[in-house]
């Protein structure tokens, strides 16, 4: 039996994990911090997990998410935490501005469901640990 192909994240593009708090913590936990490399060995260089403060305001927020232009992958864990809608709203909106400058993002949310608002993907995660990627592209109308 040959081995499941790596998964890779597209750049220029958010995707969010979806599944169990505790799996989706595993997953994005099982990444190093400095390549986004997983045990397997697949990673890239110029990557940074972001770890925003809960106390921090929602501007503060957004402006150190706008710091990490240029990075090849951003793993954002738990950026909305504590923040009220609008506050969630604008954190997920700079990620998404973010990724859109060519950096993939990969965002484990309190609220994964907000952060669907704004995605490009979705890495669902079983509660095995295996893990299928979920294109959230809308199809053009004919």
Known sequence: MSAPAPLRLRTGS????????????????ALDEATARCAGGH??????????????????????VE???GLAVVL???PTAGLDAAGRRRVLQA???????????????????AALAVADAA???AGDGALSVEDLAVPALD
């Not at 994990?17 to 505790?22: H, R, S, T």
């Not at 400058?101 to 949310?109: E, K, Q």
Request: charged fraction near 25%; aromatic fraction near 0%.
């Open 123 to 125: 890495l669902r995660v």
């Open 14 to 29: 958010l995707t969010v994990l979806l599944g169990a708090d505790d799996d989706r913590h595993a997953v994005l936990a």
């Open 76 to 78: 954002a864990d738990r």
């Open 95 to 113: 990620l998404r501005d973010l990724a859109a400058t060519g950096t993939a993002v990969l965002v484990d949310d309190v609220d994964p469901v």
């Open 67 to 69: 710091m990490h232009g």
């Open 43 to 64: 990673g890239v260089p110029g990557a940074v997990r972001l770890q925003l403060d809960p106390e921090a305001s929602a501007a503060e927020r957004h402006a150190l």
